[in-house]
């Protein structure tokens, strides 16, 4: 009965179209049976494997000392628990409501869960001193889109109409990691989050499933690198996310697509120098702040009118990831970077976008 109704739920969404500003429909192509074989085994290895290594760490490299505050579910979406973290600094018994920070974790749609961001939720909350409340969804196969978009929107909504967390409502940010980030630029365009999230942090998304894994390739920025998972997995993550059918431009699978009244009024985008996804974020964010992309400059960062860019340096797709990173030199340039980026997030955040 509940999968007939998210399904219904489903439909109902995707039958009311959207304002895109390329309005000539791009169905998903049907792979062939060799194919759809093919990308089925090799999605469920990938996330079997993946699995496999944070059961291991968990179970011998344990941190709990990056724990959350506590978890807990919400009836929209009882199998779904979020971690909240609360700052150890504050000191008025709660009192005070404070900023909320609504984190989705990455995982190309298909694997990890919210507890992957620990590490990072703890030490956001610190830093900021904003609650931080990390968020899960279904993954695909299993679930492709429309589903992780409304989980996200429905748990993200039972959190902001929580009345035992004491938040601040017109200060609540949402961001996410690669997958995450896209549904941050997603699920706040539903209806259920129009007008309640005032700014996305979005770190390395992919913004448009119009052009094929191969394409962005072959067009990528920079090419010192000559290799890049998201490349060789690209199609059959494509595959387990995507629908048959589904129309590539719908913009909340493709939020480049989206219109600025359709979004929140403020929007930071986040690329990585050696990502095949930085041109197309680039992109949207040039589109948001009404410019065309120069020939040059544009990998400096910048901030115009309420939307922000930055390009980290050196790095790949997922460089905020502690997850199976090496220790080294370059482990220690990849840290500084990230600290860089999150330093300027905070600043962003606390002088413009929070500013009261």
Avoid at 43 to 66: G, M, N
Avoid at 84 to 93: A, H, I, L, M, Q
Wanted: charged fraction near 25%; glycine fraction near 6%; proline fraction near 6%.
């Amino acid at each position: 009965m509940a999968d007939r109704l998210l399904d219904e739920e489903a439909e109902t969404l995707l039958s009311k179209g959207s304002i895109i500003l390329d309005t000539t429909p791009l169905p998903a192509e049907l792979a062939s049976f060799g194919l759809r074989i093919q990308y089925f085994f090799l999605v469920w290895t990938v996330k079997i494997t993946i699995a496999l290594q944070l059961a291991y760490l968990r179970f011998f490299y344990p941190t709990p000392s990056v724990q959350p505050i506590y978890t807990k579910t919400y009836p929209c979406r009882p199998k779904l628990p979020v971690r909240v973290f609360v700052p150890e600094s504050r000191s008025d018994d709660g009192e005070v409501p404070l900023p909320l920070y609504i984190n989705i974790h990455g995982g190309a749609f298909a694997t990890c869960d919210a507890s992957i961001d620990d590490t990072f939720c703890k030490s956001w909350c610190e830093r900021t001193g904003m609650m931080v409340v990390s968020l899960n969804y279904r993954k695909s196969p299993i679930h492709r889109f429309p589903v992780p978009v409304l989980d996200i929107a429905a748990v993200a909504r039972a959190v902001f109409d929580d009345t035992t967390l004491n938040i601040d409502k017109s200060r609540v940010v949402m961001g996410g990691f690669s997958a995450g980030g896209k549904l941050a630029l997603t699920a706040c365009q539903m209806p259920e989050l129009q007008g309640k999230i005032r700014a996305i942090v979005s770190y390395f998304p992919i913004v448009d499933w119009s052009a094929p894994p191969h394409a962005k390739w072959a067009e990528r920025l920079y090419t010192e690198k000559k290799s890049e998972s998201l490349n060789t997995a690209g199609p059959a993550l494509d595959w387990a996310y995507v629908p048959a059918g589904q129309n590539r431009k719908e913009r909340l699978l493709s939020p480049c697509y989206a219109s600025r009244e359709e979004l929140p009024e403020w929007i930071c985008l986040i690329g990585a120098q050696h990502d095949m996804l930085c041109r197309e974020s680039r992109d949207m964010i040039y589109s948001l702040a009404g410019d065309a992309v120069p020939e040059s400059g544009w990998d400096e960062d910048w901030e115009r009118g309420t939307y922000k860019w930055m390009l980290a340096m050196g790095v790949r797709h997922g460089f905020t990831d502690e997850f199976r990173k090496k220790r080294g030199r370059s482990s220690a340039q990849r840290k500084q970077v990230c600290e860089d980026i999150y330093a300027s997030v905070h600043k962003w955040l606390q002088t413009k976008v929070l500013a009261l």
